[in-house]
């Protein structure tokens, strides 16, 4: 199966799309200065215990106040925390983890009250980010995650993925991490590292216990609350754990980028670095490779899929809810019962895709259209549970109840991806009057002639809508090689499909919107320069 990476790189975010025979099956879509996100370390203070919930409100510099129950403070608490009071107590002398006697694990039913007092200094990991209302959730059970391997100090147990099946490799990956990991550190060994050579794994390992010494070293003489550790870059942690090498290629639209991504892969995979590529075309790279398409058409509230069914997603705090439809299907069987189990099939096909795209989580809840054979049932209920077999997210399904309902829980550790596939109108803002859209082009005109002349601007791209791409381009003496004779700057004009019908963009040479927001779209201001124009070309 032809899989590739596409990654869209803007100054606020970063967006990788992973393609299998060039249809869409995950999106993932990161801030490039996000707080809070799952694995960073805090410095932070408990502010108050909540006994009845067995849990502690605890202050990150969030405007929430981050959530830490019992439960995940970790069963090495103490030696966790004899550690960390005295990393914080003496500020001249870093403890070594080394040197500290593993202490028995604390009650799993125990209390709160009893680990931990209001006012006490923690150093807690990000487990799930803000979600909705809810502020971030915690745990003090320390982790940092590589490739091959998790490490996590102030245990000295190995663990091996249940996904490795071979007892020979398990028991070779076993023993060459005990014997090359420090005392009193723990590690998960990952499905990754099958069949790898301990020199890569020792590599690793010596990163991550680097990554420890220099979260404790900055913990010890930082100001509470603070940052202690974060990812070295948001995209290597977004990819370590979708990047696959059997990927054909890995497209990136900025060299910076590109070269982070292919120091990573140089690393994982030495053989393979050749498949990262830049691509240098000024048409965005989410276009030339359809996923612009895709992501309108998948992103909305209701997604067809086979024969004219659709499915319709509803989102609410607590849950999702999703409606099969059997729509005005062209190819529909007379046996209403095989019809059902048709569309059923497709729907579930087209909702295991769905839970990875929009990375769904939390209570999903499936009205499927009703059958009346159990053989039918049991099938559907099979299918789901082979789709859903590989994604990475934990998940549960249950059988169809009575009425027809498939429940799904999924792990959350972040929000749903919810990318709006409406338009607001750029010209009325919502308030349903637009300016006469033969006025548009003379908007356009002032906004270049801004650019070219006050700005002095020579080399950018402006950015329309393809249909509005279309119109200034068409004929021999097209519309947008007139602005460029008279306005002499050497600009292009470049469809983009992610713009509204009457919504633009100016990119400067160095690739840097040039914001012009400022300057309201009213007819008024077009009429008085076209006035203007008009004067000085009877001057």
Known sequence: MKSELIVDVQPDDISIALTEEGRLVSLQKESRSLAYAVGDIYLAKVKKLMPGLNAAFVNVGYEKDAFLHYLDLGPHFTTYSNFVTKLLDDKKKLPQIGKFKIEPDIDKNGSITDQIAAGRELLVQIVKEPISSKGPRLTTEITFTGRYMVLIPFSDKVSISTKIKSHEEKTRLKQLIESIKPKNFGVIIRTSAEGKRVAELNQEMKQLVHNWETT????????????????????????????????????????????????????IAPDRKDIVKVYNSDEPIFDHFSITKQIKSSFGK????????????????????????????????????????????????????????????????????????????QQLYDHMKQ?????????????????????????????????????????????????????????????????????????????????????????????????????????????????????????????????????????????????????????
């Open 216 to 267: 404790i070293a900055k913990a010890q003489k930082a100001e509470v609350p603070s940052l202690i550790f974060e990812e070295e870059g948001r995209i290597v942690g977004v990819l370590r754990d979708i990047f696959n090498p059997d990927f054909e290629a890995v497209y990136v639209n900025d060299a910076d980028v590109a070269e982070q991504i292919t120091k990573y892969v140089s690393q």
């Open 302 to 377: 209701t997604v067809s899929f086979r024969s004219g069914a659709y499915i319709i997603i509803e989102h609410t705090e607590a849950l999702h809810v999703i409606d099969v439809n059997s729509g005005n299907r062209t190819k529909a069987s007379n046996d209403q019962e095989s019809n059902a189990l048709e569309v059923n099939l497709r729907a579930a096909d087209e909702i295991a895709r769905q839970l990875r795209l929009r990375d769904m989580g939390g209570i999903i809840v499936v009205d499927f259209i009703d059958m009346n054979k159990s053989e039918h049932r």
């Open 387 to 539: 789709l859903m077999a590989n994604d990475r997210a934990r998940h549960n399904i249950l059988p169809l109840s009575k009425f027809g309902l498939m429940q799904i829980t999924r792990q959350r550790v972040r929000p749903a991806l919810d990318i709006p596939t409406t338009e607001t109108c750029p010209s009325c803002f919502g308030k349903g009057e637009v300016m006469p859209s033969l006025l548009f082009t003379d908007t356009l005109r002032d906004k270049l002639e801004y650019v070219v002349k006050t700005l002095k601007q020579r080399n950018f791209i402006l950015y329309v809508h393809p249909f509005v791409d279309a119109y200034l381009k068409k004929g021999l003496f097209s519309m947008a090689g007139k602005w460029k004779r008279e306005l002499g700057g050497k600009f292009k004009v470049m469809p983009d499909q992610s713009l509204a019908y009457l919504q633009y963009r100016i990119l400067d040479s160095n690739r840097q919107e040039i914001d012009l927001r400022e300057e309201k779209e009213l007819d008024a201001p077009t009429s008085k320069s076209k006035a203007r124009r008009k004067a000085a070309n009877v001057e």
